[in-house]
């Protein structure tokens, strides 16, 4: 079946560092969501790629799709506290369901 | 205006029983998903409804079963309850539950099965 990985599971950085998650499908998206939850939280939507190559950026975040449609990123640039959370990606190939990754858990220290 | 509201907020039930959570979308939203997270997991999709139709069904046994009403809430049902079953489970809904669609999640019902 299709899988989603994440990767790394843990990250530790200092408050200021930059940060990066990479999510990686099995197979070929349509698209691919991104999505942050706090601990004891549920997910948020962060954005939505669809295009092959798509790059977008919310302030400190860059959201890269790659050109493969196989893989993307989520980079965060001087990280701050209240970056703190998992991040997830979640790929939607064909059929209507999402399959989220396996999250990148972010500790950012002060 | 609200958004995706679930109830009960925690649950805790004991093996072989069955359990009942409830989720009423963001107005006007007609379409409903339901995941299960197991902790320090992702969520994993289980139905998606749309128009009170089943529109999707992810890899869950048969104990696990849904449905939509005509005001577009959803109920997710679990029958003879395993102690596997203790997750956080999500509702999401969105406007028609098209592939380009943003899911706005609920805070979720944290079941707890001993």
């Known amino acids: 079946g299709q899988q989603v990985m994440q990767i790394p599971q843990y990250q530790h950085v200092q408050e200021g560092e930059d940060f990066t998650t990479y999510c990686n499908s099995s197979?070929?998206?349509?698209?691919i969501q991104w999505y942050k939850q706090r601990p004891g939280g549920h997910p948020v939507f962060l954005i939505q790629l669809v295009k092959s190559g798509e790059v977008k950026k919310q302030k400190r975040l860059t959201f890269q799709f790659g050109e493969a449609k196989k893989n993307s990123s989520l980079h965060i640039t001087a990280t701050q506290t209240t970056d703190v959370g998992t991040y997830f990606c979640a790929g939607q190939s064909s059929g209507n369901q999402f399959y989220f990754g396996t999250g990148t858990s972010l500790t950012v220290i002060p | 205006d609200a958004g995706v509201t679930q109830s009960p907020t925690h649950l805790i039930k004991t093996r072989g029983q069955h359990v009942t959570l409830r989720c009423s979308p963001i107005s006007g939203h007609k379409s409903v998903s339901w995941y299960q997270q197991v902790l320090g997991q992702g969520p994993q999709f289980i139905f998606q409804?749309?128009?009170?139709?089943?529109?999707g069904r992810g890899n869950f046994p048969d104990r696990f079963s849904a449905r939509q009403f005509p005001n577009y809430s959803s109920e997710l049902n679990v029958n003879a309850l395993l102690l596997g079953d203790s997750a956080l489970y999500l509702c999401?809904?969105?406007?028609?539950?098209?592939?380009?669609?943003?899911?706005?999640f609920g805070p979720g019902t944290r079941l707890l099965v001993l």
């Open positions: 197979t070929t998206l349509s698209n």
């Open positions: 409804y749309y128009e009170k139709e089943e529109r």
């Open positions: 999401a809904s969105s406007f028609r539950g098209s592939l380009v669609e943003t899911q706005y």
